[in-house]
Each structure stands twice: as structure tokens, then as C-alpha cells.
């Protein structure tokens, strides 16, 4: 005959909880066997067994439901089964986790010495990317509908994926419309790649609403990129690109910080 355990050796032996016992009770996965008169329960060396087994599948990524049935009834195909199916459903996961991470890491890189940086232009290449869609301005939210598809092709976030484009001469801002990107590397074959490798990069800030006081962002980026040409010898190509990299929120509006591309070319000595 089999020696049994109470409850307290399980826990005190396997490091199992109480709580943990009975769900798998009430799911089906142990049944030990109970004392007809204190109802105390008592378990063998099979059910502690059984309790390695459950442990086992668990750390291979097998819910319950999936454990119970294979403890039920089960072969090595159906093993092989299970496990390919959860070593498919966590590379997705590894997937998604390595991109989150991404996107951490370069919206903790851009915040780094942020305020310090504002306005302050240096020359930087625009990294390469790929216009899946457009949307005339911002706030057109029908276009949305129809671009939802669009959105939804490519990894990562709405706003990130939005980029104001700014057309320019010296007089004036001539046009502006709304670029859907992807990162070059995600978009499909003959979808259009925007890339500069000499640009002026600032960034600016933008308050939502705009104080009355306060020039709008198009205008400022229009003046600001001028001058600063003017003064280092560039000859700017007339076109820039704006993307919010970062957002905080104050009392009654919101502080958004903007990557800005200014695509240039050298004038000649």
C-alpha cells in the first residue's frame, strides 16, 4: 500500500500552496482521496507525481485546460502538438516584447537632456522610411477610417507612424500634408522610401491649444531653419518633416516635443 500525505506534508515538502491544491482540485487535474468523517484530504506518491507532471507542462508554456486534457488522454503526437503550438504563440510574444522594448529605449534615449536640446540645431541623417498612406491634415478623422487598414499593416503606435510633411520656398510655407510611414525595413515592396542623409535636426515644442502669445510650430520651423541656412551656408531643399516623439500634459493643454528633418544641400564654394 502507497504511504499518504496530508496537505501540510505538500506544502511543506513541494512548496505548494494551499490555494494552489484546491484549484487544481476543482479543475479536475488531482483528485486525492478524502476522509469520509473530517473530509481531510490525503495524497500519494501518484499525486505528488502528478504534481511534477502539471509543473512541468506549465513551465512550457500549457495552460490548464490544455493540461487537463492531456493528462486525460494523450500520445506523443499530441505532445509534439502543444509544444509547437506554444513555441509558435511565444516567438509572437518575443516578437511584440522586443519591439516594446525598442520603443522604450528610444523614447528614454530621445527624453535624455531633452529640455537642454530644444531648439538647438545640429546636422543629422533622417532615418529611412516608408510612406504607406496620407492623410491631408491631422484632425481629418474620415481619412482615418480609410487609412485604418494602412495603420494597422505596420507595427508600433498611430502617432508615431505620422509624419507632417512641410513644403517650403523663401517666402512662404507652400503646402502640408500628413505622411503614413513605416520604418523602412517594415513596409512592402514598391511602397516609396523617404530618405535624407543631410539634414538640419532640431527639436521643437508645440502647446495644444496654441497660446495667443506663441508662434505656431509650421511658421516658427519655417523662420528658424532660414536663418540658421543663412548663417552656416546651406542651401535648404524646401521640404521638412515633423514627428511627435513625446508628450506631457499640463493643467489645460498638453506640451509636445517634435522631431524636425530639414533636408539641405551644400552651397557651393
Known amino acids: 500500500m502507497l504511504e499518504t500525505y496530508r496537505t501540510g506534508d505538500l506544502i511543506r515538502c513541494l512548496g505548494i500552496t494551499r490555494d494552489t491544491l484546491r484549484f487544481y482540485e476543482e479543475k479536475g487535474l488531482l483528485s486525492p482521496a478524502k476522509d469520509l468523517d473530517n473530509q481531510y484530504r490525503s495524497f500519494d506518491i501518484l499525486d505528488v507525481y502528478r504534481l511534477m507532471i502539471i509543473d512541468f507542462m506549465k513551465k512550457r508554456g500549457m495552460s490548464l485546460q490544455t493540461i487537463g486534457q492531456l493528462l486525460h488522454s494523450s500520445d506523443l503526437a499530441d505532445i509534439r502538438t502543444e509544444l509547437g503550438t506554444r513555441k509558435s504563440e511565444l516567438h509572437v510574444l518575443i516578437e511584440d516584447a522586443t519591439a516594446t522594448l525598442r520603443r522604450i529605449e528610444e523614447t528614454e534615449a530621445f527624453s535624455a537632456d531633452l529640455e537642454s536640446r530644444l531648439g538647438v540645431f545640429c546636422e543629422r541623417p533622417m532615418p529611412p522610411v516608408r510612406i504607406l498612406g496620407e492623410l491631408s491634415e491631422f484632425d481629418a478623422l474620415e481619412e482615418y477610417a480609410q487609412a485604418k487598414d494602412i495603420f494597422a499593416?505596420?507595427?508600433?503606435?498611430?502617432?508615431?507612424?505620422?509624419?507632417?510633411?512641410?513644403?517650403?520656398?523663401?517666402?512662404?510655407?507652400?503646402?502640408?500634408?500628413?505622411?503614413?510611414?513605416?520604418?523602412?525595413?517594415?513596409?512592402?515592396?514598391?511602397?516609396?522610401?523617404?530618405?535624407?542623409?543631410?539634414?538640419?535636426?532640431?527639436?521643437?515644442?508645440?502647446?495644444?491649444?496654441?497660446?495667443?502669445?506663441?508662434?505656431?510650430?509650421?511658421?516658427?520651423?519655417?523662420?528658424?531653419?532660414?536663418?540658421?541656412?543663412?548663417?552656416?551656408?546651406?542651401?535648404?531643399?524646401?521640404?521638412?518633416?515633423?514627428?511627435?516623439?513625446?508628450?506631457?500634459?499640463?493643467?489645460?493643454?498638453?506640451?509636445?516635443?517634435?522631431?524636425?528633418?530639414?533636408?539641405?544641400?551644400?552651397?557651393?564654394?
Request: charged share 25%; with cysteine.
Open 153 to 269: 499593416a505596420a507595427s508600433g503606435d498611430m502617432l508615431s507612424k505620422i509624419v507632417r510633411f512641410v513644403s517650403f520656398d523663401d517666402n512662404q510655407i507652400i503646402a502640408t500634408r500628413m505622411l503614413i510611414t513605416a520604418q523602412e525595413e517594415e513596409g512592402e515592396v514598391g511602397e516609396r522610401i523617404l530618405f535624407y542623409p543631410d539634414c538640419l535636426y532640431y527639436v521643437a515644442e508645440e502647446y495644444q491649444p496654441t497660446p495667443p502669445d506663441q508662434e505656431d510650430l509650421i511658421s516658427a520651423m519655417h523662420r528658424q531653419s532660414r536663418m540658421y541656412a543663412a548663417e552656416h551656408g546651406y542651401r535648404l531643399v524646401g521640404e521638412a518633416y515633423a514627428t511627435i516623439r513625446l508628450i506631457t500634459f499640463e493643467t489645460a493643454a498638453t506640451r509636445s516635443f517634435i522631431e524636425i528633418y530639414t533636408p539641405f544641400t551644400r552651397k557651393s564654394p
